[in-house]
């Protein structure tokens, strides 16, 4: 046993000479074993007499030692009401005197050891916090040890996981945590050391289950229909309670044992909307529900065509080409793809030693979409779809017109048509200025033309001279007469008229020119043309029209 020595002394009552007792022993002990107490006095040259007290007042045992410098022993059995506070009292002569006090604690070795968790069975869910404690049916003065999987938690545990008291907190569990636990409650007094340990208890880490989800299937039985609804979750773990409700209303419900997927028969008629499906999943933890599904089959039908997309490389140059199949209508349509009139790939059993007509291909999204992973000249071609009822092997093929495919040597690339088309605005603009400026210079050098001096400055006496020309042509029309005058050659673009006043034909005279015995007002005629000039009457003074010259 361990003795504490002296830890206070109470204050001595002294007669004639003092008395300091020291009383020895331990300060702990186990419920059912023995402590022992020693008493003396030293330096007492009489025959001292030993009490020792409990709690202040209750009087345990007493002792008369007859010896010198000999302690007084007390033994005694530990019970629960053993704990307490002692003292002894030394007495010799008269003189009185008391010893220092050693507060004794009973200490009961755990029993029964157990682990429990905040649920049970101890199910602990990824991300949520989880509890295990170590509890005993008796047992003070306990410390606690845990084990994972047969190997002591120590200081070092990482910080996830917590150890307070008898406590161990999963702050933030994941899936590492999953295995078996258990825990020592133990105890030490002095050298002696009692435990109890528990059994191992599984820890089950779960993920919390996915949104559920719902598709349909139909197949033909005969001359009847039926339809399969699927519920599944894509993550989560097993067992869950899947359910089909119809409408708000249950149809069936069963549990997932080891999966995340369950299936219920469901009436069907086709073109029918039979009402509105949705799953439910449930655990003791969630409960979601799907979106929801119409329950309508539609046949397939309508108008069936081909989308192309290219997919460029970095160059800008195509590396590979996408096709779309879109049908125009309907619930479960069959997709099958042809390539100049073959069908890709081959729906039936061929000969392996035949090569088949694409090499770099793939299908997905339900045969709906056709990836040519390649474009050369074996890829280019005509590329056509058709669809079917998926359900009706025998159904009759809705096709798309052909489109056509052409490999990268047949392709302009994005830079070339860029440059085509720029260099193609860039020559029509250049043409059209062209004709802009040649308009602007041709119409400066007929103007400049018509405004020259001219040698010419004899009056024009139409009258007289209209006889003279060369095949005369006279029109009148009330006060109005014209005359025509034709030289020799195919008649040109009929010119402008401009009257001009008599006294103005000095100023205009730059623009006359002899025509045989006439003076005629206009351009000067380009080899042979007609030239036509006009005098209107006016009262009694005669004007004249010159021809203006034409762009």
């Known amino acids: 046993m361990k003795n504490l020595h002296t830890l206070n002394f109470w204050p001595t009552l002294e007669t004639s000479s003092c008395l300091h007792p020291v009383l020895t022993g331990p300060d702990a002990a186990y419920l059912g074993s023995r402590v022992a107490f020693r008493c003396i006095a030293p330096n007492s040259p009489l025959t001292v007499t030993y009490d020792l007290i409990k709690d202040g007042d209750v009087?345990?045992?007493?002792?008369?030692?007859?010896?010198?410098?000999?302690?007084?022993?007390?033994?005694?059995?530990?019970?629960?009401?053993?704990?307490?506070?002692?003292?002894?009292?030394?007495?010799?002569?008269?003189?009185?005197?008391?010893?220092?006090?050693?507060?004794?604690?009973?200490?009961?070795p755990a029993s029964n050891t157990r682990v429990t968790s905040d649920r049970f069975p101890?199910?602990?869910?990824?991300?949520?916090?989880?509890?295990l404690s170590c509890e005993v049916v008796k047992g003070t003065h306990l410390s606690y040890t845990w084990f994972f999987n047969r190997e002591?938690?120590?200081?070092?545990?990482?910080?996830?996981?917590?150890?307070?008291?008898?406590?161990?907190?999963?702050?933030?569990v994941t899936a590492e945590h999953a295995g078996y636990y258990s825990c020592m409650a133990w105890s030490r007094v002095q050298?002696?050391?009692?435990?109890?340990?528990?059994?191992?208890?599984?820890?089950?880490?779960?993920?919390?289950?996915?949104?559920?989800?719902?598709?349909?299937?139909?197949?033909?039985?005969?001359?009847?229909?039926?339809?399969?609804?699927?519920?599944?979750?894509?993550?989560?773990?097993?067992?869950?309670?899947?359910?089909?409700?119809?409408?708000?209303?249950?149809?069936?419900?069963v549990t997932a044992a080891e999966s995340l997927v369950a299936w219920f028969p469901v009436p069907i008629v086709l073109g029918v909307d039979m009402g509105m499906a949705r799953c439910r999943v449930n655990t003791e933890m969630q409960e979601l529900m799907s979106e929801p599904m119409a329950l309508l089959v539609v046949p397939v039908g309508g108008e069936v065509k081909v989308a192309?997309?290219?997919?460029?490389?970095?160059?800008?140059?195509?590396?590979a080409a996408r096709l779309s199949c879109q049908v125009g209508r309907g619930t479960f349509p069959y997709v099958s793809w042809l390539f100049n009139g073959t069908v890709i790939p081959p729906e039936i059993n061929e000969d392996p030693r035949i090569q088949p007509v694409l090499s770099h291909y793939a299908i997905a999204d339900h045969r709906q979409t056709l990836f040519l992973a390649k474009l050369g000249p074996k890829e280019s071609g005509y590329y056509r779809c058709r669809a079917r009822d998926s359900y009706i092997d025998s159904g009759s093929w809705v096709?798309?017109?052909?489109?056509?495919?052409?490999?990268?040597?047949?392709?302009?690339?994005?830079?070339?048509?860029?440059?085509?088309?720029?260099?193609?605005?860039?020559?029509?603009?250049l043409v059209v200025a062209a004709c802009c400026v040649y308009k602007m210079f041709d119409e400066a050098r007929?103007?400049?033309?018509?405004?020259?001096?001219?040698?010419?400055?004899?009056?024009?006496?139409?009258?007289?001279?209209?006889?003279?020309?060369?095949?005369?042509?006279?029109?009148?029309?009330?006060?109005?007469?014209?005359?025509?005058?034709?030289t020799p050659a195919s008649?040109?673009?009929?010119?402008?008229?401009?009257?001009?006043?008599?006294?103005?034909?000095?100023?205009?005279?730059?623009?006359?020119?002899?025509?045989?015995?006439?003076?005629?007002?206009?351009?000067?005629?380009?080899?042979?043309?007609?030239?036509?000039?006009?005098?209107?009457?006016?009262g009694s003074t005669p004007s004249l029209l010159c021809p203006l010259p034409q762009p």
């Open 59 to 108: 009087l345990i045992a007493t002792d008369t030692n007859v010896e010198k410098k000999q302690p007084a022993p007390f033994s005694m059995r530990v019970s629960g009401a053993s704990g307490g506070s002692y003292h002894c009292k030394a007495t010799a002569g008269g003189s009185t005197g008391i010893s220092n006090t050693i507060n004794l604690s009973v200490v009961i």
């Open 122 to 131: 101890p199910v602990a869910y990824e991300g949520s916090q989880f509890t």
């Open 152 to 172: 002591e938690l120590t200081s070092t545990t990482p910080s996830f996981i917590h150890l307070s008291g008898n406590k161990l907190v999963m702050r933030k």
């Open 191 to 253: 050298d002696t050391k009692r435990m109890s340990s528990s059994t191992e208890v599984q820890v089950t880490v779960k993920v919390y289950v996915s949104k559920p989800r719902i598709s349909f299937s139909i197949y033909k039985d005969g001359d009847s229909y039926h339809g399969n609804v699927t519920c599944w979750s894509a993550t989560g773990s097993p067992p869950v309670n899947f359910s089909v409700t119809l409408d708000e209303e249950e149809v069936r419900s």
């Open 308 to 319: 192309v997309e290219y997919l460029y490389k970095a160059d800008s140059t195509p590396a």
């Open 399 to 429: 096709e798309s017109s052909a489109v056509l495919v052409q490999g990268t040597e047949f392709l302009f690339t994005i830079v070339e048509i860029i440059s085509i088309v720029f260099c193609c605005v860039l020559l029509l603009v």
């Open 446 to 486: 007929a103007y400049a033309h018509m405004i020259t001096p001219n040698s010419c400055s004899d009056a024009f006496p139409l009258s007289a001279r209209a006889s003279q020309s060369r095949g005369p042509q006279v029109e009148a029309s009330s006060d109005v007469q014209y005359q025509t005058f034709t």
């Open 491 to 538: 008649p040109a673009k009929p010119s402008a008229l401009q009257v001009i006043p008599p006294t103005h034909l000095t100023a205009f005279s730059a623009c006359c020119h002899q025509v045989g015995n006439c003076r005629v007002c206009g351009p000067e005629p380009a080899g042979s043309r007609t030239v036509s000039f006009t005098r209107r009457s006016e």
